[in-house]
């Protein structure tokens, strides 16, 4: 039976009725290591979902261990992340960064290590994140009749709509996640918008459950430090991998349209080689064009631990990505009290609650970020009830504790996919 039955209700999430007990779990993430700086091209969202999954699963007395490939030779085989969780660095190809959309060729070596690992002592479950390692997955699962359940995170149909010609995705990329997706056990997709998605690819419904990434609403918080403001205006501030369909110059060319505000840029590479990033050069440059260079500030790259300070500081975050397979953000934004302007796509629709939360703008339409951004910062009132509505919002529904229930739910039902049947009947 389907999880994905009408309104999406993360607030439905709760503990499985009856636990499983202690479960090895194996995290796949071939790419993204929950031990990744953030905001570089390739490190982001995901690693920060795999990360606080681990964790969250580790709490409710599962043992977890997440592979990712090895792309540094001094890294040892396994690293302890915290009490129930390590990461195993998989020897996949060469021992440094290789842009993730060139993983493919060594997800062989990937899978077969895997496969090698888990035949002396295999995991009691596999869920595998982002394509590849569904793949590398897929192939080991096979092998020793293991039970897969796969995340995408994003989608190559969606990528391949909005980048067209300038999607750097290997060629049998859509093909090779349908083929996930109908090998696997369980998909446990991020939103709705993945589901209908994976529908127009051959991928059933009924094959899908539909669970939401989660917050840290401790670390996330409206109490706690604050950044520096430099100036009186007011401020608002993006943050995320600097990449073009993220939308920083969206926000750019509605700044030329909101006076007596700044733009601050959180992401990229460290502060002291920003100088050398074509993407910020391109962003300055468009900055200078709209005449607000010296109302745009870039702070590269920051410790995740500094992020919730520079929310605080914001009077509003927007996130105006061209697409958004779900985006963790909003979320971030929205639990330390902070309204949010996004656009109106992918798992942004879930998240934000238009006008409860934030509002929801067109992609790619500046006029329309800056009319949504002005309206509010004219409202002291509506910006702080926004705050407030998304502080009780992600408490409600987004915290990894429910998100981990929800998880382990659908591990169950993979694990034990026949009703009970007692003297009383099916149970």
Same mark, same amino acid.
């Given at each position: 039976?389907? +999880?994905?039955?009408?309104?999406?209700?993360?607030?439905?999430?709760?503990?499985?009725?009856?636990?499983?007990?202690?479960?090895?779990?194996?995290?796949?993430?071939?790419?993204?290591?929950?031990?990744?700086?953030?905001?570089?091209?390739?490190?982001?969202?995901?690693?920060?979902?795999?990360?606080?999954?681990?964790?969250?699963?580790?709490?409710?007395?599962?043992?977890?261990?997440?592979?990712?490939?090895?792309?540094?030779? #001094?890294?040892?085989?396994?690293?302890?992340?915290?009490?129930?969780?390590?990461?195993?660095?998989?020897?996949?190809?060469?021992?440094?960064?290789?842009?993730?959309?060139?993983?493919?060729?060594?997800?062989?070596?990937?899978?077969?290590?895997?496969?090698?690992?888990?035949?002396?002592?295999?995991?009691?479950?596999?869920?595998?994140?982002?394509?590849?390692?569904?793949?590398?997955?897929?192939?080991?699962?096979?092998?020793?009749?293991?039970?897969?359940?796969? /995340?995408?995170?994003?989608?190559?149909?969606?990528?391949?709509?909005?980048?067209?010609?300038?999607?750097? +995705?290997?060629?049998?990329?859509?093909?090779?996640?349908?083929?996930?997706?109908?090998?696997?056990?369980?998909?446990?997709?991020?939103?709705?918008?993945?589901?209908? #998605?994976?529908?127009?690819?051959?991928?059933?419904?009924?094959?899908?459950?539909?669970?939401?990434?989660?917050?840290?609403?401790?670390?996330?918080?409206?109490?706690?430090?604050?950044?520096?403001?430099?100036? #009186?205006?007011?401020?608002?501030?993006?943050?995320?991998?600097?990449?073009?369909?993220?939308?920083?110059?969206?926000?750019?060319?509605?700044?030329?349209?909101?006076?007596?505000?700044?733009?601050?840029?959180?992401?990229?590479?460290?502060?002291?080689?920003?100088?050398?990033?074509?993407?910020?050069?391109?962003?300055?440059?468009?900055?200078? #064009?709209?005449?607000?260079?010296?109302?745009?500030?870039?702070?590269?790259?920051?410790? +995740?631990?500094?992020?919730?300070?520079?929310?605080?500081?914001?009077?509003?975050?927007?996130?105006?990505?061209?697409?958004?397979?779900?985006?963790?953000?909003?979320?971030?934004?929205?639990?330390?009290?902070?309204?949010?302007?996004?656009?109106?796509?992918?798992?942004?629709?879930?998240?934000?609650?238009?006008?409860?939360?934030?509002?929801?703008?067109?992609?790619?339409?500046?006029?329309?970020?800056?009319?949504?951004?002005?309206?509010?910062?004219?409202?002291?009132?509506?910006?702080?009830?926004?705050?407030?509505?998304?502080?009780?919002?992600?408490?409600?529904?987004?915290?990894?504790?429910?998100?981990?229930?929800?998880?382990?739910?659908?591990?169950?039902?993979?694990?034990?996919?026949?009703?009970? /049947?007692?003297?009383?009947?099916?149970?």
């Amino acid at each position: 039976m389907t +999880s994905f039955l009408g309104p999406f209700d993360p607030a439905a999430f709760g503990a499985a009725p009856s636990g499983p007990g202690k479960l090895s779990v194996a995290l796949v993430s071939e790419h993204a290591s929950p031990l990744a700086t953030l905001g570089g091209v390739d490190a982001g969202g995901q690693n920060v979902h795999v990360a606080a999954l681990a964790g969250a699963l580790a709490d409710r007395g599962h043992h977890v261990t997440v592979y990712t490939r090895r792309d540094d030779r #001094e890294l040892p085989e396994t690293v302890p992340l915290r009490e129930g969780v390590h990461v195993h660095h998989v020897p996949a190809g060469p021992p440094e960064q290789i842009p993730k959309d060139e993983l493919l060729p060594h997800m062989g070596d990937f899978g077969r290590y895997l496969a090698r690992t888990w035949r002396h002592r295999p995991p009691d479950l596999v869920h595998s994140h982002f394509w590849m390692s569904g793949l590398a997955s897929l192939w080991a699962t096979r092998e020793l009749g293991l039970p897969l359940l796969h /995340t995408y995170h994003a989608l190559g149909t969606v990528k391949r709509r909005h980048q067209q010609l300038a999607d750097p +995705s290997p060629p049998r990329r859509i093909a090779l996640e349908t083929e996930v997706g109908s090998g696997c056990d369980r998909i446990i997709a991020t939103c709705r918008d993945e589901v209908v #998605e994976l529908g127009r690819m051959g991928v059933p419904a009924a094959k899908t459950t539909v669970v939401p990434c989660g917050v840290d609403t401790e670390l996330f918080a409206p109490r706690g430090p604050v950044a520096e403001r430099g100036t #009186e205006r007011h401020q608002l501030l993006q943050l995320g991998r600097l990449v073009p369909r993220k939308g920083a110059a969206v926000s750019i060319a509605a700044l030329a349209r909101l006076p007596e505000t700044e733009l601050v840029v959180v992401g990229g590479p460290p502060a002291d080689r920003l100088d050398e990033d074509p993407e910020v050069r391109r962003l300055r440059a468009l900055a200078r #064009e709209a005449g607000v260079a010296d109302r745009v500030h870039f702070t590269g790259g920051v410790p +995740s631990a500094d992020v919730p300070a520079l929310l605080r500081a914001a009077d509003i975050v927007v996130c105006p990505a061209d697409y958004e397979p779900f985006g963790i953000v909003p979320l971030e934004a929205m639990a330390c009290g902070r309204p949010v302007v996004a656009s109106a796509v992918g798992g942004q629709l879930d998240t934000v609650a238009d006008p409860a939360t934030g509002r929801l703008v067109p992609p790619r339409d500046p006029e329309a970020l800056a009319r949504a951004v002005a309206d509010l910062l004219a409202d002291p009132a509506a910006r702080e009830a926004c705050g407030e509505a998304g502080r009780r919002r992600t408490l409600r529904r987004f915290g990894w504790d429910r998100v981990a229930a929800a998880t382990e739910a659908a591990y169950c039902e993979v694990l034990d996919p026949q009703p009970v /049947t007692t003297g009383a009947g099916v149970v």
